[in-house]
């Protein structure tokens, strides 16, 4: 097997900021990691997660007998909903910071983004996004802001 293909164990808190991205990283390894593994079973599949979990971790699988069944409760632990509203308005906000280059920025601008939930659409939805964007992103009231942050819609 590739020596670059190493798994760490997963001991990141569910709450934790940016567990969500730790968590599908990981994951998306583990998944690379055992389908380079020969005639391995879904059984065994488990039992390489369990081993390479956290105690903590490990709690939210505990009492899981399949492999579909333990990465469906991790994914549920640790990817959580988007609030599309707020990560549209960090997208529209941010600034770039007088040491960051323009690829920095750039890069920062397109992460930003992934939490977005851009789709296709016609031209008149596009239209009301930007204008919820603009409106939220430019009011005075900081009060009224934030709760417009604070829902989805």
């Known amino acids: 097997m590739d020596t670059c293909l190493k798994l760490h164990v997963f001991d990141t808190a569910a709450n934790a900021v940016g567990s969500s991205r730790k968590w599908k990283h990981w994951k ?3 998944v690379s990691y055992t389908a380079r593994l020969a005639n391995i079973s879904v059984a065994d599949k488990l039992a390489i997660l369990v081993n390479l979990v956290d105690t903590s971790v490990y709690a939210y699988i505990s009492e899981c007998t399949t492999y579909a ?4 409760k991790l994914d549920e632990a640790y990817i959580k909903r ?4 707020y990560a549209r308005y960090q997208l529209s906000t941010c600034r770039q910071s007088i040491v960051e280059s323009l690829e920095e920025y ?6 930003l983004s992934t939490d977005c939930n851009f789709r296709d659409g016609t031209a008149a939805q596009q239209q009301e ?6 409106f939220i992103a ?16």
């Not at 750039?106 to 992460?111: E, F, P, S």
């Not at 430019?138 to 819609?153: F, K, P």
């Open 106 to 111: 750039l890069q920062k601008l397109k992460v």
């Open 69 to 72: 069944d333990a990465i469906g």
């Open 129 to 134: 996004a930007a204008i919820r964007d603009a």
């Open 138 to 153: 430019d009011m005075h009231s900081s009060c009224i802001r934030q709760r417009l942050l604070e829902g989805n819609d």
């Open 82 to 85: 988007v609030n599309e509203v």
């Open 28 to 30: 998306r390894t583990f």
